[in-house]
């Protein structure tokens, strides 16, 4: 009996942490931290564009210059790869065909600094 209201209890419990552990950035996106980098996610439109910071207490932004990576679009069915590049001051950005639709999941990829840096989102 102890152990069914335990494994009940953590069930229960499990989506409240989820819930618990989603952050906003200082641009109003999703946070997801990937290999101790916070990433965020800010959908502008057609645009894609992630916001990168240093894993160092302070989230100091991440110098983006030069980096490349991608984005794989899930929408309407299809799925889509944005090529992403650096932009200052730390940024990454790529264009999309069309507008991302409510609902659509993106994977950022991306190596920064001998980090391979890996986050997943859903546009709201």
Do not use: C, K, W
């Not at 009940?8 to 906003?24: D, F, S």
């Not at 990454?92 to 069309?98: N, P």
């Amino acid at each position: 009996m102890i152990r069914r209201t335990l494994i009940l209890g953590l069930t229960l419990a499990m989506p409240l942490a989820a819930i618990a552990q989603e952050q906003r950035g200082p641009n109003g996106g999703r946070v997801v931290v990937a290999d101790g980098h916070p990433v965020e996610f800010v959908p502008n439109g057609a645009e894609l564009v992630f916001y990168l910071r240093d894993d160092d207490r302070a989230g100091s932004p991440m110098r983006t210059r030069g980096l490349t990576g991608r984005a794989v679009v899930q929408q309407g069915g299809q799925t889509i790869t944005v090529q992403l590049a650096g932009a200052e001051p730390n940024r990454m950005v790529g264009q999309m065909d069309q507008p991302l639709a409510p609902g659509a999941r993106v994977v950022f990829s991306a190596s920064a600094g001998g980090h391979r840096l890996q986050a997943r989102f859903t546009n709201d």
